[in-house]
């Protein structure tokens, strides 16, 4: 890998931990590559703020309201 100008040590150790790891951090955890309208995000964001929700915890009680109200997946 060429190093760059400015490349410092701690840089460089971190960067191949990560690369070294990616694999790893793939299989243990998924991303939700999504936008939405700036405002609305910013409204959400100061909402979760005010009440100490993480995105995390958002995401896991919409989908926890959502199998309420859909019922169990079903596959066919």
Known sequence: MPRRKEDTPSRIVKRTYEERHKDERKEKSIMFGTSIDREY??????F???HGITKVELIVAGYQALQSQY???KTE
């Open 71 to 73: 019922g169990p997946n």
């Open 41 to 46: 995000g910013e409204e959400i964001n100061t």
């Open 48 to 50: 979760l703020k005010q």
